[in-house]
């Protein structure tokens, strides 16, 4: 990455909506994300309904962060 330019930070959170399972993002794509020079942080937890454990996610290259306020406040992307 060029000197100065930091890369793209997308942030998946945790689905609050009352009964969804659903989940942004899977972690096969974090991998793909990642190779394109994408940072992911992912609310701890977020795959949790669709049965995808936070170790999965960051084997892919993703952070998992515990903080929800912390992911909004260094998200370029949610």
């Given at each position: 990455?060029?000197?100065g330019?930091?890369?793209?930070?997308?942030v998946?959170?945790?689905?609050?909506?009352?009964?969804?399972?659903?989940?942004?993002i899977?972690?096969?794509?974090?991998?793909?994300?990642?190779?394109?020079?994408?940072?992911?942080?992912?609310?701890?937890?977020?795959?949790?309904?669709?049965?995808?454990?936070?170790?999965?996610?960051?084997?892919?290259?993703?952070?998992?962060?515990?903080?929800?306020k912390?992911?909004?406040?260094?998200?370029?992307?949610?």
């Amino acid at each position: 990455m060029a000197e100065g330019i930091s890369k793209i930070k997308v942030v998946i959170v945790k689905e609050t909506f009352p009964n969804e399972n659903r989940v942004a993002i899977i972690p096969e794509t974090v991998t793909a994300l990642t190779k394109k020079g994408v940072d992911v942080m992912i609310e701890k937890g977020a795959g949790e309904n669709s049965s995808y454990q936070d170790e999965q996610y960051s084997s892919k290259g993703a952070t998992i962060v515990d903080d929800r306020k912390e992911l909004f406040e260094n998200a370029d992307a949610v």
